[in-house]
């Protein structure tokens, strides 16, 4: 019987999409989705589980990793690979073919209490992101009883913060540059009009 010690390997996997890679079409391209998706949300997962093997955050969550590694500069790396994953995912569930709309009541209320209407809360989505200088992220957060929009730069994200992310739109370069060149203002209107998830946003009140 072999003494050899069996080293534990815990693989973090790239999660589907929630729909197929044209059903965001035309506001998101199949294109943009191939390289979004396949290219660099996979190229920090693979990154990530390089990264961790054989170290003290090899067997955590992904959850676990952001919040242990946020603000340790020797961790930068760690983290934001992290961080970036759980982002990606995060957006592409706030997104839906289906989308725009009228949110769900419950979520109606909270938006209207925060912000006075759907479409004040959809300007300042828009105008947090837009000011977003170079990469990063527009979230509608809960901050207790209330409802915020803030930014996060690079892979920063509300998980580190305090506050419990609803939804969000992605608004490094890759998520829209090859259907909308440097138009970032074309790409928000279109992602808040036609494809904003509020439902999950409403699932994740809960």
């Given amino acids: 019987m072999s003494n050899e010690k069996t080293e534990r390997v815990t693989l973090h996997l790239l999660p589907p999409l929630p729909y197929a890679d044209n059903a965001l079409a035309p506001v998101i391209s199949a294109n943009t989705i191939g390289f979004h998706y396949g290219k660099h949300h996979k190229g920090y997962l693979d990154n990530l589980n390089k990264l961790v093997a054989g170290t ?7 959850d676990k990793i952001i919040k242990e590694t946020a603000g340790k500069a020797d961790k930068t790396v760690i983290f934001n690979n992290a961080a970036q994953i759980w982002n ?27 912000f006075s209407t759907v ?5 300042e989505l828009a105008a947090v992101a837009m000011t977003q200088f170079g990469s990063g992220w527009a979230w509608l957060v809960l901050d ?3 409802l915020k929009v803030v930014k996060t730069a690079n892979a920063d994200s509300p998980l580190t913060k305090g506050t419990k992310p609803l939804l969000t739109i992605d608004v490094w370069e890759h998520a829209y540059y090859l259907d909308y060149q440097n138009r970032r ?5 279109a992602v808040l009009e036609k494809l904003i998830n509020w439902n ?3 699932d994740n009140l809960k």
Avoid: M, R
């Fill in 88 to 114: 990606h995912t995060f957006y592409w569930n706030s997104l839906n073919p289906k989308g725009g709309g009228e949110p769900p009541a419950v979520l109606k209320q909270k938006i209207e209490a925060s």
């Fill in 144 to 146: 207790g009883d209330k």
């Fill in 119 to 123: 479409d004040a809360c959809k300007k």
């Fill in 200 to 202: 999950f946003a409403a």
């Fill in 56 to 62: 003290e955050f090899a067997e955590l969550s992904l």
């Fill in 185 to 189: 203002a074309d790409y928000l209107n």
